[in-house]
């Protein structure tokens, strides 16, 4: 085994276990888990824990309010609130998740050329800066407009407006491990760059690639939010739950649930993912753990 190999060997199981026992011992970690993990059960099991079809109406039980027939009670159509909840956290989750996969590959490959190359760092950093000089949600709802209502559409107006932010956080960090003995080590042994990044920069630059992504995915969600109440996102009657705020708005003073239950599910969302990403960011940043053992 070369040097350049020895470095860049797997770390040990025990290192692992130990990285674990770090995160089940942090409150802020533990607790972030809990609450967004009780989103993903509604969004996994949206099958089983429905009451009825989401789309089901049943107009003689209008604004009708909890039950034992509809735990949440029914909006102005007669559907049950419940299952268009769980039902809306699938669609909400799978956005704000799509939005992370296609945020954190683009944003770390434009991240990694600019931080490895320098000659292609002022150009590719200048288009991220003329990205992120617009507002983020307004250029979502400008895009999400161009393009047309539709859940893909949500994934991709979010995707141009939250890559900028990944593709800095990673350059930032490729930018320093470059510079480090074993990158220059194994250049000095003629390794290939393409084998250097995928060896040595790239997985020493996934810790923060990993808080930061579970931030987008809390931004993500609530933008997705935003697109659907301006009408700008997947259309109902398909329930997310930015369109289902959008259709209680209306019916505040008689029937305040409809937009109140939604809202809370964001609400503990966005709280969630925020408060997981706090906890990783404390054990996984070095200089953050010396300071909290």
Request: no cysteine; hydrophobic share 55%; glycine share 8%.
């Amino acid at each position: 085994m070369t040097a350049a190999e020895a470095a860049a060997a797997p770390a040990r199981p025990a290192a692992g276990r130990a990285l674990w026992r770090r995160l089940l011992r942090h409150r802020l970690f533990v607790t972030g888990a809990v609450l967004f993990g009780l989103m993903l059960v509604l969004a996994v099991f949206a099958d089983l824990l429905e009451v009825a079809a989401p789309e089901r109406m049943h107009y003689r039980f209008r604004f009708k309010g909890p039950s034992w027939q509809f735990p949440l009670g029914t909006d102005n159509f007669g559907r049950d609130l419940w299952s268009r909840l769980v039902h809306g956290a699938r669609l909400s989750l799978a956005i704000g998740f799509a939005v992370v996969v296609v945020t954190g590959i683009a944003g770390t490959a434009i991240g990694l050329l600019a931080g490895y190359f320098r000659r292609l760092d002022e150009p590719l950093m200048r288009v991220m800066d003329a990205l992120m000089a617009f507002p983020a949600i307004l250029l979502a709802i400008a895009i999400a407009a161009a393009l047309g209502p539709s859940a893909v559409n949500a994934v991709i107006a979010l995707a141009v407006v939250y890559t900028p932010r990944t593709a800095r956080i990673v350059r930032s960090t490729v930018l320093v491990v470059r510079e480090m003995e074993y990158v220059q080590a194994a250049l000095a042994f003629g390794a290939r760059h393409r084998w250097i990044i995928l060896r040595h920069v790239l997985p020493n630059s996934l810790a923060p690639l990993i808080v930061q992504l579970t931030f987008i995915f809390a931004y993500a969600v609530l933008a997705e939010s935003i697109l659907s109440f301006l009408g700008v996102g997947p259309p109902p009657p398909t329930p997310t739950w930015g369109n289902m705020i959008a259709e209680g708005k209306d019916y505040l003073r008689e029937a305040p649930l409809l937009a109140l239950f939604p809202g809370i599910a964001v609400m503990l969302t966005a709280l969630g993912l925020n408060i997981l990403g706090d906890g990783l960011r404390d054990v996984l940043d070095p200089r953050l753990r010396v300071q909290h053992d």
